[in-house]
């Protein structure tokens, strides 16, 4: 592999396995075993199959605990702690032929975070987004967003070993777009929970709102907390 497709394959694996890791170890082992790409020696063992009927295994899990409201924010929530950790590894592995001429040690430490770093900030994103979306009951948004991750992360790996210039185009993108994105979206998961955590202060604001002084008609200000609603009993001309 040349550096662009190292990098590449470094960056790319980090970001996929921080939304499917094990959609990723199984696309990136199958590839190198029908001879689609070649593996650096420290990512080979991708290509067992042992290690590729676990991925598939829990990929299948992945898939139908990923469509289910509030089971797929757990899911994410258990994989903080797999996702990160697998997506630094992945990128020093792809890393591991390439020397940068910075030492090996200090290569690895630096592949290292930034991999985790790409890891965190694609499954973060995918996890907020999860959290958000699972504020409305109904299944069906679930399951467009899990097949549209899905899609994102096979496309994503289809790039990185076929036009690995076109990724770092998308990238560059998705990293702008997680700078906008990722502060609204937990911005709003923080609103919503916590006015479920005080809903009495929420009402509380909701009746101070509604009995606020308005100005009728008259250009008077009515403090009688009734506003726009109150209205006159009918005139008897009698």
Not at 166 to 191: C, E, Q, S, T
């Amino acid at each position: 592999m040349g550096v662009i497709e190292t990098l590449a394959l470094g960056m790319g694996g980090a970001w996929a396995s921080g939304i499917n890791l094990y959609g990723t170890v199984v696309v990136l082992g199958m590839m190198d075993n029908f001879g689609l790409i070649t593996l650096p020696p420290d990512l080979q063992i991708l290509t067992s199959w042992w290690v590729l009927c676990f991925a598939v295994l829990f990929y299948l899990i992945e898939f139908i605990a990923d469509k289910i409201p509030f089971v797929d924010s757990v899911w994410d929530a258990i994989h903080t702690f797999i996702r990160i950790p697998a997506g630094a590894l992945l990128a020093a592995g792809a890393m591991s032929g390439l020397d940068a001429g910075m030492g090996e040690d200090v290569q690895t430490v630096i592949t290292l975070l930034i991999g985790g770093t790409v890891a965190a900030g694609s499954h973060f994103t995918k996890a907020g987004s999860r959290a958000a979306i699972n504020t409305s009951p109904e299944p069906v948004t679930n399951t467009i967003a899990s097949v549209t991750e899905d899609v994102a992360v096979f496309g994503a790996l289809y790039t990185v070993a076929f036009h690995p210039v076109v990724f770092f185009v998308l990238f560059a993108m998705f990293v702008l777009l997680l700078i906008w994105l990722v502060p609204k979206i937990w911005r709003f998961i923080g609103d919503v929970f916590g006015n479920a955590r005080h809903p009495s202060a929420a009402c509380s604001q909701a009746r101070a709102h509604q009995s606020a002084p308005t100005m009728n008609q008259t250009g008077k200000i009515d403090l009688s907390g009734a506003g726009h609603n109150a209205q006159l009993p009918p005139h008897d001309p009698k």
